[in-house]
């Protein structure tokens, strides 16, 4: 049923005069007529309405589970984070500079060559000092640059077994030609993706270790030196596909976040109970790592049900979730937690009716930091989903709903002696409604109200016995709502806003248990009867 606007009520109420006296002649125009005072009867409409037309778009809270039998359950599932490894775990730019000295032998025949043998190490770290054995890198820039103060030609030839790629040990030549201009110099940058670097451990660090041969030429230079060459390397822009080692603790504020519940937005207060709501908090970790989660604060808030928070309790702290081991490289494990009235204060939780969730999720990897073994991948990410199950199963005593909507006469009632509203209720939902309209100006200040009390306009069938509690037949109620001339004077064209009040009810006075199914519903037919004041002259 389209909602009546006002403006339309005034002309829709005149057809039928209006067609009365479309007979008469222009030129009666000296004629008295009369006053008439017409009594007109038409119905507005009707609708239909299940619980899903009346929970459509009820916030975060939209959707409807229902079982064999058709009882319905309101259920949420989101995700609150998802985070990966390489967001977490990351290496900024290495660096690594080498100098050597080297001594050119004096009694190297013309046209012999010699080569000296070096060894050096990179260290390869992070802020937290991750113990890392290997790593396969996804991309990244590696950096190769040599300077060489020697005044005569040499080659030097970098290598490194523990730099792969493909299994292929990292060389590199460098030709160093002297052409009279010091120093000379040469480089290379590397595109690491698909390369693998493997590390020692000696002083308690990661040793990238490094072979440099340099190979002299003998000549009828008698200067011996010592020539110094410096070897720098770097590696930048580093992204790891995979990565193994002993990850150190590291703290993560992860987010704080609310969902909002617009099925309680309207709510005033009263009693709401709930047979077995459900919270369920899932996790899906891929790390190779301990992680503790700790969700600090899941709280229930409203604006205007004391006490206003309810933090929910029975959450472990801190949470450990369960971590594959290195067989299961690439492969997620699941932990959950689950919160019903046994293990929580879920109840009271839900009877605060909050508008919001406020939550906060932190968590710890290796909160130990002597868990050896670690591994992650580029992939790997640990989540964590919430899933909330509100099954239609309960009481509501006096629960009470508001809502303030845009209303306006825009014709003048002064037209009408009265007008009365036929309302024919019939509804197999378990609940009754009883309902006030409050009429207010455009500061939202009270002009006048409906009734002079609530009243019971929607009725509420009987629920059937356990454990299905099923109405089965409806219950019907007709009410009429009549508004005379001084009620009428007052609303007017002052009338900008209506506040509605609703007080919902079970059965038993609001104590008795009830279920809601899918074919429940809720049929309205509406009419209206009005008395006109008319004065043809006046048209």
């Known amino acids: 049923m389209k909602p009546l606007q006002s403006r339309s009520l005034i002309p829709a109420l005149l057809v039928f005069t209006l067609l009365s ?16 005072e017409p009594t007109i009867a038409f119905p507005i409409g009707s609708a239909r309405l299940t619980i899903s037309d009346i929970l459509d778009r009820a916030g975060d809270l939209d ?17 609150l984070l998802s985070e990966y490894a390489g967001d977490l775990i990351t290496f900024d730019r290495q660096e690594h500079d080498t100098t050597l000295s080297v001594v050119f032998p004096v009694n190297l025949p013309v046209g012999d060559s010699l080569t000296l043998s070096y060894v050096f190490a990179q260290k390869f770290s992070n802020s937290y000092d991750d113990v890392v054995d290997s790593i396969r890198f996804k991309n990244g820039d590696f950096t190769i640059e040599i300077e060489s103060m020697m005044d005569r030609d040499a080659v030097v030839i970098l ?46 660090q990661n040793n990238l270790n490094f072979y440099l041969d340099v190979r002299v030429f003998g000549d009828a230079n008698p200067d011996p030196g010592p020539f110094d060459i410096t070897i720098s390397i770097a590696q930048d822009n580093l992204n790891y596909r995979a990565l193994f080692g002993l990850i150190k603790t590291r703290s993560m504020a992860l987010l704080h976040d609310a969902i909002n519940i617009d099925i309680f937005k309207k709510g005033l207060g009263g009693e709401f109970r709930i047979n077995d709501p459900r919270i369920g908090i899932y996790f899906q970790n891929s790390f190779g790592i301990p992680i503790s989660i700790e969700i600090d604060p899941l709280m229930g808030t409203s604006d205007v049900n004391p006490p206003y928070q309810v933090h929910l309790t029975g959450l472990p702290k801190p949470f450990m979730l369960n971590a594959p081991d290195i067989s299961q490289v690439g492969q997620k494990v699941a932990s959950s937690i689950y919160l019903d009235k046994t293990n929580s204060n879920l109840d009271d939780f839900l009877n605060l009716l909050p508008q919001r969730v406020e939550y906060g999720v932190e968590g710890i990897i290796n909160p130990t930091g002597s868990v050896p073994g670690n591994f992650v991948l580029d992939t790997s990410y640990f989540e964590v989903e919430v899933e909330i199950e509100i099954p239609l199963e309960g009481y509501a005593n006096g629960f009470t709903l508001q809502d303030t909507l845009k209303f306006s006469f825009e014709e003048d009632l002064n037209m009408l002696e009265w007008i009365l509203f036929r309302v024919n209720a019939e509804s197999t939902f378990p609940v009754e409604a009883a309902i006030q309209v409050t009429f207010l100006d455009s500061l939202y200040n009270p002009i006048d109200s409906l009734f002079d009390s609530y009243q019971v306009i929607i009725p509420g069938a009987l629920p059937g016995p356990p454990p299905d509690y099923r109405s ?40 008795q248990v009830v279920r809601i199914y899918t074919d429940n519903y809720l049929k309205l037919t509406v009419g209206i009867q009005s008395k006109l004041i008319l004065d043809p002259t006046e048209l």
């Open 21 to 36: 006296t479309s007979c008469l002649k222009d030129d009666f125009t000296n004629i008295h007529l009369p006053v008439y």
């Open 159 to 204: 290598t490194s077994p523990f730099v792969t790629k493909n299994d292929i040990p990292l060389k590199r030549v460098f030709p160093l030609n002297y052409t009279g201009t010091l120093p000379v110099t040469a480089s290379v940058t590397i595109d690491l993706e698909g390369y693998a670097f493997v590390f020692d451990h000696v002083g308690n």
């Open 63 to 79: 959707f409807l589970h229902q079982d064999a039998n058709g009882f319905l359950t309101v259920y949420h599932r989101s995700t």
């Open 472 to 511: 089965l037949t409806p219950a019907l109620r007709t009410y009429d709502i009549k508004a005379t001339s001084d009620k009428l004077k007052k609303l007017n064209k002052d009338v900008k806003y209506l506040f509605l009040t609703g007080k919902i009810n079970t059965a038993g006075g609001g104590n």
